[in-house]
């Protein structure tokens, strides 16, 4: 069974200060892409981030960086540099490369930011 | 550049009604795809497409129906909603299978009295 894990269901940060958010999977498979999606209050959801399973180099985009560590199934996002706009629900997800159908996705993280 | 468009936003239904949730892309996307969001439970996929003609039953499909048509749209029907569908509704759609990222619609937010 494919499951994604994310412990921690609330978290805040002060602005300008940087945070990160746990995210565990569990897969029997080798091939797989890994995400994190971005849900603000608007209800848009937004991709932050993507990992592709086979590169060992972690993924940046901007303020956003992953710490993907494969054989502890561990896909955790670091926000640098928090912004009042970072303030969302933040999802993990993951689906099979090639053969997938379906994306799998964590309960979530509220993260607030404070001024 | 529309991307996904999902109509309704909103939708009040009685228990025993039925209703279609729309859902158009333009991005010439051969995978369309259904979840509901529940609070605590994430995002559930309901039913997926690979391409016209084609759909295929997801991790909670029971109430719903699909159908595809086209490339373009991916209508969900509620057959007889229930209370224990009240959600709020994603339709996605992702280039490629398995690897490209889910272009979401905006939402729907049904509720069933």
């Known amino acids: 069974a494919q499951t994604v894990t994310q412990s921690q269901p609330e978290m805040s940060v002060q602005e300008a200060e940087t945070v990160t958010l746990s995210c565990t999977y569990d897969?029997?498979?080798?091939?797989?892409?890994l995400f994190w999606y971005k849900q603000p209050p608007s209800r848009q959801m937004i991709l932050v981030i993507r990992?592709?399973?086979?590169?060992?180099q972690n993924a940046t985009e901007n303020r956003f960086s992953v710490n993907f560590q494969k054989a502890a199934k561990s896909f955790s996002l670091k926000i640098s540099d928090s912004q009042l706009g970072d303030t969302a629900m933040y999802f993990c997800?993951?689906?099979?490369?090639?053969?997938?159908?379906?994306?799998?996705f964590g309960t979530g993280t509220s993260l607030t930011v404070i001024p | 550049n529309a991307g996904v468009t999902q109509t309704p936003k909103f939708q009040v239904l009685k228990t025993g009604q039925s209703m279609t949730l729309q859902c158009a892309q333009d991005?010439?996307?051969?995978?369309m795809s259904w979840y509901r969001q529940d609070p605590g439970m994430g995002l559930r996929l309901i039913h997926y497409?690979?391409?016209?003609?084609?759909?295929d039953q997801g991790e909670v499909p029971n109430g719903y129906n699909v159908s595809r048509s086209t490339t373009e749209d991916f209508p969900l029907r509620l057959l007889s909603a229930a209370p224990s569908q009240t959600s709020v509704y994603f339709c996605?759609?992702?280039?490629?299978?398995?690897?490209?990222?889910?272009?979401f619609g905006n939402g729907t937010r049904l509720t069933v009295t």
């Open positions: 996605a759609s992702s280039h490629r299978q398995g690897v490209s990222p889910l272009h």
């Open positions: 897969t029997s498979e080798n091939n797989y892409y």
């Open positions: 990992q592709e399973a086979y590169k060992q």
């Open positions: 997800a993951f689906t099979i490369g090639l053969t997938g159908n379906q994306f799998y």
């Open positions: 991005m010439n996307h051969e995978y």
């Open positions: 497409s690979v391409g016209a003609g084609i759909t």
